[in-house]
């Protein structure tokens, strides 16, 4: 009877482990099963990269006209389905030198999915990304930054880097002034900020990016695009 008792318990906790290791594992920033993942960059200059997840929406085109007055590029991370209805709009992103990345069409999670899906969603999302005349290399963004073994295998195939981060203020704060602090604390050479400014108020999404480039900017720091951010990656 002892024996059945204990067979049971070792059972419970193989399998909490097991969920508990998946779920880690999923939103891993730094570890992927196949291809490339970065969260931030090893490197001692003073350069950042700001990166926008979802859209474009209109809040786009603001975003684009307050980035130019500051000089700043950044990546834009878009969802296909949006911006097969935006074209316009991609095409202003691409136009005015910022970094187009993948994610997704639908921006559903990419676990637990058909190899088919994963591959249908990138593809179709990489093929619109080209229709705004975006030339460089796609990188692409995990929905929720969850990924198991069939996406990031689909990726590898396509030689596609996927891009994480190491700050996200929209976890932790909802003003404004929270999120540029948050930024200010946590910031550090080869960083990589995600932010989510499309479904957002336009004038918070606007003050808050503002906020994150002139502090920033005063601690020295200036801001690239990912692709720009990976190629001053140090060899260890
Ligand atoms: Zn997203």
Do not use: C
Request: aromatic letters at 12%.
């Amino acid at each position: 009877m002892k024996k059945k008792w204990l067979i049971g318990g070792i059972i419970l906790v193989s399998t909490l482990l097991l969920l508990y290791g998946t779920y880690e594992w999923m939103n891993a920033r730094s570890f992927q099963l196949f291809g490339g993942v970065t969260d931030r960059v090893e490197t001692e200059k003073k350069i950042v990269a700001l990166t926008f997840d979802d859209g474009p929406t209109e809040n786009a085109q603001e975003i684009l006209s307050l980035l130019e007055e500051y000089d700043v590029k950044t990546t834009f991370f878009v969802n296909g389905k949006d911006l097969e209805e935006n074209m316009e709009i991609g095409k202003e992103i691409n136009e005015a030198g910022h970094q187009l990345g993948n994610h997704t069409y639908s921006h559903e999670p990419m676990v637990f999915k058909r190899y088919s899906f994963y591959k249908e969603e990138v593809q179709k999302t990489n093929e619109l990304i080209r229709r705004t005349g975006y030339e460089k290399k796609i990188d692409f963004r995990p929905p929720y930054g969850k990924k198991l073994a069939g996406l990031p295998y689909y990726l590898k195939e396509q030689g596609m880097d996927t891009i994480m981060w190491d700050i996200e203020p929209d976890t932790y704060h909802t003003s404004s002034t929270g999120k540029v602090s948050f930024v200010a604390e946590n910031i550090q050479p080869g960083s990589i900020i995600l932010f989510h400014p499309m479904y957002m108020e336009v004038e918070s999404a606007l003050s808050t990016i503002e906020g994150i480039i002139e502090t920033l900017s005063e601690k020295g720091y200036t801001f690239v695009t990912v692709d720009e951010l990976q190629k001053e990656e140090q060899d260890d």
